[in-house]
Structure formats: structure tokens, C-alpha cells
């Protein structure tokens, strides 16, 4: 071969290996209430523009904690306002960059069928029953669980639900799993847990009075992220019209008044919840 095709041919491979290694990576700590759509959405993102998206999932207060640790990274994706609300506070991201993406409604997920015959939250106080929360602390859905039973319920009441209580989840996937692998017989979470899994889970709604809020996933650009414009346009892409049909999709309410009408009354949306320090588990 001629030397000065060789020599082309080696430059065309470095400019192909530098413009591969050059390519966008974001990086994204995502609370596992957005998985199923969350990851379609990387992909379509990828697709769409070349850049490829890590999705690292937990509870949103364990990735918040990752964030903070390591101090990389491009974007947070908790599952609630509780906890972006935190990271905020510790100024992990930026204000400026926050979109609130889709909307999410307390119910009780049981096995499809309603084997025990639950139908409100004074049946997860029944002696025997297996219930499972997530962790209030690091879980978003576990701390709307605590504020749902401290409002609905008397104090012996609550005490005889912690009784039932088999374990505490570490993630919102994992709420929704305990019930379809059949470890609980009821978990309090969200009403979109029966679209991931719908032949073997299934809602049992709460009344109006029992839910004071509806809870939001909102998404923001990292303080730490060497790539802002890129993180940017990922986020108006997740809380745009692309993201939001991929979260309708998979059962999730896309605005407020989506919600209201599951619901049949208006609430409250997003905001804060302190928990109560008796529900720290030890």
C-alpha cells in the first residue's frame, strides 16, 4: 500500500478514536421513582443527539449523599420536592436550572387480585398482615408514607401498623417489588407502582382526606457539573414534551390537573415534610 494512504488512514482513525472520546457523557443520580421511563429517556436522548446518559438510581437521599460525596456528576433526578428541596439547601444544584417534570399520588399497592382484602390504611394495622414502607430518610416515598399515617391515623393506630411492618425499602423499586415478589402483602406508595409491574400488582386509592399532597420528580443541573449546557438541555429534554410523553406512558401523571382527576380533588403540590424523629429507623 502506498505510504501516504497508510498515513491517511492513520490520521482518519486518530480523528475517529479523538471525536469518540470527545463525545458528551452525562452523568445522572436519579431517585428510582423515575426508573422505567427514565431509562427509555436516556436512550431516546442518546439517539436523539449522540449523547450518552449514566443513570446511577437509588433512593434520592442516598444518590443526594453520592452527589455531595463525590462531588461529580451532572444532574440530580430525586423523586420528590422533599429532596430536592435538601439539595438545594446544601447548594448542590442550581436554583435557576429546576423544572418540575411529572406528578405522583399516595395510594396502597397490594397483589393483583387484593388477596387480603385491603381497602384503606386502618387494614394495614390488622394483626398479621406483612406491610413494608420505604425508609423515610432516604427514600421520598417512604417520607410521604410517615405523613400520610401521622395525619390519618390515632397514635395506637400507627403503633399497630409499625407492628406489621416486615422491612423498610431502600428505594421505590424496591417498595413496589417486596408486593410482586409476594415478601409483603401491602406496601403505601405510589399509584404508578402498578403500571410497572400491572399482572401482578395493583391500586387500592385513598380517600381525598387522606393525601396531603401530590408529590412531584423534579430534575436540575449539578453545581458540580463541568458540562452545564449539555446538563441543561438534557433537563428541558426530560421536562419537555419528548420526556413527558415517555413518562405518560408508563402511567405517570404528566401536569397537576392529571393528578387532581386520578384524585378527584385538588391538593396540595410538591413542598416539604419533616419527619417525625420517631420514624428514624434505628
Known amino acids: 500500500m502506498n505510504l501516504g494512504w497508510i498515513r491517511l488512514a492513520l490520521f482518519a482513525a486518530l480523528l475517529t478514536a479523538s471525536s469518540i ?63 430536592m428541596a435538601k439539595a438545594l439547601a446544601k447548594g448542590l444544584v442550581r436554583p435557576e436550572s429546576v423544572r418540575d417534570v411529572v406528578y405522583l399520588v399516595p395510594a396502597i399497592t397490594v397483589q393483583k387480585g387484593n388477596p387480603k382484602a385491603i381497602r384503606g390504611l386502618l387494614d394495614l394495622a390488622r394483626p398479621g398482615l406483612r406491610v413494608a414502607i420505604a425508609d423515610p430518610e432516604a427514600v421520598c416515598v417512604g417520607l410521604y408514607a410517615v405523613e400520610i399515617l401521622e395525619l390519618a391515623l390515632t397514635p395506637a393506630e400507627r403503633a399497630a401498623v409499625r407492628r406489621n411492618l416486615a ?47 401530590v408529590g412531584t420528580i423534579p430534575i436540575a443541573v449539578a453545581v458540580c457539573s463541568e458540562q452545564q449546557a449539555e446538563a441543561q438541555r438534557f433537563v428541558e429534554y426530560v421536562a419537555g414534551p419528548a420526556g413527558r410523553r415517555i413518562f405518560a406512558r408508563h402511567g405517570y401523571f404528566t401536569t397537576p390537573d392529571e393528578a387532581f382527576r386520578w384524585l378527584g380533588a385538588t391538593r396540595p403540590v410538591g413542598g416539604v415534610y419533616k419527619l417525625p424523629k420517631a420514624w428514624i429507623p434505628e
Not at 423499586?173 to 395493583?202: I, N
Open 21 to 83: 472520546a470527545a463525545a458528551p457523557r452525562l452523568r445522572v443520580f436519579a431517585g428510582a421513582a423515575s426508573k422505567p421511563p427514565a431509562e427509555e429517556i436516556a436512550q431516546a436522548y442518546q439517539k436523539a443527539t449522540g449523547v450518552e446518559v449514566e443513570l446511577i438510581f437509588g433512593g434520592s437521599g442516598q444518590v443526594l449523599a453520592q452527589l455531595e460525596l463525590t462531588r461529580s456528576g451532572d444532574i440530580y433526578f430525586p423523586g420528590s420536592s422533599d429532596f
Open 167 to 213: 422491612t423498610y425499602t431502600d428505594s421505590c423499586e424496591r417498595t413496589a417489588t417486596a408486593v410482586s415478589l409476594r415478601s409483603v402483602d401491602a406496601v403505601l406508595g405510589w399509584s404508578v407502582f402498578d403500571h410497572w409491574d400491572p399482572t401482578r400488582l395493583e391500586t387500592v386509592r385513598l380517600p381525598v382526606a387522606q393525601v396531603p399532597r
